[in-house]
């Protein structure tokens, strides 16, 4: 199995050509072959929950970013992995948890992703939280927005008593802590 973490991708900040180097690795990686492909999307796929101005779901004001050129940047980057995803593994799931920034247009854009692929399992909801079982691991995702990261694991528990109890191992897979580097000419 394989599970590929995605997290504050942030596109709209992000451009597609900022991800080449890391997209062509993770495309030979897949080249493999696998039974099953986990896509975790861990929140703030995009910058903003807006198109037409650049804020947060909360409504925190943002850099103005070119929100049509996000979509079209991430629809070409899942386009590139999910179809080598599709190729080489038995099974491919999308699995999300919502983030700070855009669940908005992730929930759209997860439903997208389910209509452009019928073969790919894209679970998409509007929680910040989801839990789901790969083999015998428990795994739960959380952006990390909405609470202490020391929390998650008893959360876990208590949210996905079944899943938690039928797993040999339990993991959060979480995201939202990032640090800005600055380059400097």
Not at 70 to 88: P, Q, W
């Amino acid at each position: 199995n394989l599970v590929i973490q995605w997290a504050d991708l942030q596109f709209g900040v992000t451009k597609l050509k900022d991800t080449t180097d890391k997209l062509a690795k993770l495309v030979d990686r897949i080249d493999y072959g696998y039974k099953t492909i986990v896509i975790e999307q861990l929140g703030d796929l995009f910058h903003s929950s807006q198109m037409k101005s650049s804020q947060t779901l909360k409504g925190t004001m943002l850099d103005d970013v070119d929100m049509a050129q996000a979509i079209e940047d991430a629809k070409s980057f899942y386009d590139k992995v999910l179809t080598k995803c599709v190729r080489h593994a038995d099974k491919v799931v999308v699995e999300h948890a919502g983030g700070n920034h855009s669940d908005n247009f992730e929930y759209m854009f997860l439903n997208y992703l389910e209509a452009k692929y019928p073969q790919v399992e894209v679970n998409y909801h509007n929680e910040t939280r989801k839990a789901y079982k790969l083999g015998n691991v428990g795994i739960m995702l959380s952006h990390g927005d909405t609470v202490a990261l020391n929390k998650l694991p008893m959360l876990f528990a208590n949210e996905y008593k079944l899943l938690w109890a039928d797993s040999t191992v339990c993991e959060v897979h979480t995201a939202h802590k990032h640090n800005k580097y600055v380059e400097q000419e």
